[in-house]
Nanobody
Framework: QVQLVESGGGLVQAGGSLRLSCAASGRTFSAYTMAWFRQAPGKEREFVAAITWSSGNTKHADSVKGRFTISRDNAKNTVYLQMKSLKPEDTAVYYC????????????????WGQGTQVTVSS
């Protein structure tokens, strides 16, 4: 059974930093892309960043480029999202996802999802 478990969310002031983690288990993800999406109240789920397990190639949404960085630790089967210079508009539930597609930005492409972790940025 595949499990993706996110952690690291919380409340932070604008300009602050957080690091989210996604621990993956239950299968081999070497052929997968892992991604972070977010969903704010009343809004659609939005692509944030993606990374390939094997090569470490990445893609980031324009709205987070230069502030957020996705990375992975293959030995720990964990994907990270380092978030800096946080803004109130970054407030959302952040989800980890996995898919056998190359750096897809579309939520429908992803087969596996975590339960989400809340990030709240106060002004």
């Amino acid at each position: 059974q595949v499990q993706l478990v996110e952690s690291g969310g919380g409340l932070v002031q604008a300009g602050g930093s957080l690091r989210l983690s996604c621990a993956a288990s239950g299968r081999t993800f070497s052929a997968y892309t892992m991604a972070w999406f977010r969903q704010a109240p009343g809004k659609e789920r939005e692509f944030v960043a993606a990374i390939t397990w094997s090569s470490g190639n990445t893609k980031h949404a324009d709205s987070v480029k230069g502030r957020f960085t996705i990375s992975r630790d293959n030995a720990k089967n964990t994907v990270y999202l380092q978030m800096k210079s946080l803004k109130p508009e970054d407030t959302a539930v952040y989800y980890c996802a996995g898919a056998r597609v190359y750096l897809s930005t579309t939520a429908a492409s992803y087969d596996y999802w975590g339960q989400g972790t809340q990030v709240t940025v106060s002004s």
